[in-house]
């Protein structure tokens, strides 16, 4: 039987070329819904392209910079927040027990409320006695933690040893700025003792408050060590705050006394002595209200 060419054979044929052509002129990137190419596209899209380069190019040294800026202000924000994990105020508490008091400016003045020119009324003159009273917190500045809230508590670390020789229910410190002021006291009044031919007073050890006697003429033994022990603590007290307030010349010396300063012209930074007595008063061990 003779085979011959059918018209669904030959248009099948076409078809087929046809489907070859159209894939040939995808590839080509010639898009055969619109007659738009390939090539078409990449020339608009180009300047465009161009123009963002050359923006971010103009200013890519400002948005370098800024990007700089900020990664050192980083770290050097991490750096002083390290730093002052490492650093405590001078004069401040390093156990939790003293919240930040506030400071101001001071300028000192001098007055004779508390060491008399004449020595002998530093004994006679009630009204002395009583403005070094009057300067420390009742208990004198020894303080009971059990007086604290419990969170308060819970916050102490690196505690001292507790003073002994308390009721069991009491946890006792003291504080160190009023054992300087104590220590002042008690070189003033064995001045003031030396000065006027009176024999001083005595201290018991570890400055234990004495019953008050009015005969002053009574010499403990331990008063030579205790006057030792004061000036020995008010040098490395005063050396530790380093005061370094700039003074200038002389106000009160008298006629004929040299050229220096009495220190009356300079102003200090201190902090509000009425919030610390508050505090101290506040967390008193008890009610005792005395000096030396």
Not at 111 to 123: D, G, L, Q, S, V
Not at 170 to 193: D, E, G, M, N, P
Request: charged share 25%.
């Amino acid at each position: 039987m003779r085979r011959t060419d059918s018209p669904y054979r030959e248009d099948a044929s076409r078809m087929s070329a046809e489907d070859d052509n159209d894939r040939e002129k995808l590839l080509a990137g010639l898009n055969w819904q619109t007659g738009h190419s390939r090539a078409d596209d990449s020339m608009t899209m180009a300047p465009r392209e161009r123009g963002l380069a050359a923006f971010f190019s103009g200013w890519r040294w400002l948005l370098d910079t800024a990007l700089l800026l900020i990664i050192l202000g980083l770290l050097l924000d991490r750096r002083t927040g390290q730093q002052n994990c490492n650093v405590q105020n001078i004069g401040s508490d390093i156990t939790g027990f003293a919240p930040k008091f506030t400071t101001q400016i001071t300028k000192f003045a001098p007055t004779t409320a508390y060491i008399p020119e004449n020595m002998t009324e530093f004994f006679f003159n009630e009204s002395i006695k009583q403005a070094w009273l009057d300067l420390v917190p009742k208990g004198l500045g020894y303080i009971d933690i059990e007086r604290l809230s419990p969170e308060d508590k819970a916050g102490l670390h690196d505690l001292p040893t507790p003073i002994t020789g308390f009721p069991s229910n009491q946890t006792i410190f003291t504080t160190s700025v009023t054992h300087q002021l104590h220590c002042l006291y008690s070189i003033t009044h064995s001045f003031a003792a030396a000065k006027t031919g009176i024999k001083a007073g005595g201290h018991q050890h570890g400055h234990r408050r004495r019953d008050e006697q009015d005969d002053l003429q009574e010499a403990l033994i331990d008063e030579e060590f205790h006057v030792q022990h004061c000036f020995e603590y008010l040098r490395q007290s005063i050396m530790c705050s380093g005061d370094v307030a700039i003074e200038g010349d002389q106000t009160t010396f008298p006629e004929g006394s040299g050229v220096g300063s009495d220190g009356w012209d300079a102003k200090h930074v201190c902090r509000d002595w009425k919030q610390i007595y508050k505090h101290l008063e506040d967390t008193r061990a008890n009610d005792e209200v005395w000096i030396a």
